[in-house]
């Protein structure tokens, strides 16, 4: 009977690569799920920047008489103050939602003999600061590193009148 020395904790080797096999497996796989929920914030961000553009859109469109109004320069939402109640409200509830944000309406004038008559473009862009070690954000310029959303929409400003002298009875919204 032949008793081999030379195996002696050979199963005790062979555990220790399993289970720093299994760590790594595990490291693997709590990195993905910082990265999944990194990425998840990320897209609720953007989701919310996108729902509160179409408010400040269904808000312009529902007053195209006043568009003027909603104009705003580039400047921090909880700071803004453009000249409508409702522009002031929504740059409130941005600077809420997506904290240390920069908000940004442009307005442009009717232009006469433009593709679509009677409207007025306007452009929505809201940026906000990336989470710490996201790599998503603008590459460069004065937004660098922040995330941005931006709409461009057109507004029809076409008015009834009720003046019977008039004999079209619509008329472009200045």
């Known amino acids: 009977m ?3 020395h030379s195996q002696r904790g050979s199963m005790l080797l062979e555990c220790l690569v399993g289970i720093s096999i299994f760590s790594f497996g595990v ?3 709590s990195a993905l799920q ?5 990425h998840s914030i990320s897209s609720s961000s953007r989701t919310t920047a996108a729902q509160l553009m179409q ?3 269904g808000e312009m469109r529902s007053q195209a008489s006043n568009l003027d109004r909603f104009a705003m320069a580039r400047t921090a939402c909880n ?4 000249s409508s109640n409702d522009a002031r409200n929504w740059a409130r509830a941005v600077s809420v939602s ?3 944000a920069i908000c940004t309406v442009v307005i442009q004038p009717n232009i006469p003999g433009a593709s679509t008559p009677c409207s007025r473009q306007a452009t929505i862009s809201i940026n906000w600061p990336t989470q710490r070690g996201a790599k998503t954000g603008v590459a460069t310029g004065t ?3 922040m995330n941005e ?3 461009v929409i057109n507004i029809p400003t076409i008015l009834e009148t009720k003046d019977p002298l008039d004999t079209r009875h619509l008329r472009c919204g200045l």
């Open 143 to 145: 937004n660098e590193g």
């Open 55 to 57: 408010r400040l859109d």
């Open 79 to 82: 700071s803004a103050a453009p």
């Open 2 to 4: 032949t008793i081999f």
């Open 98 to 100: 997506l904290n240390d």
């Open 149 to 151: 959303a931006t709409t």
């Open 27 to 29: 490291l693997a796989i």
């Open 34 to 38: 910082a990265k999944a929920m990194r």
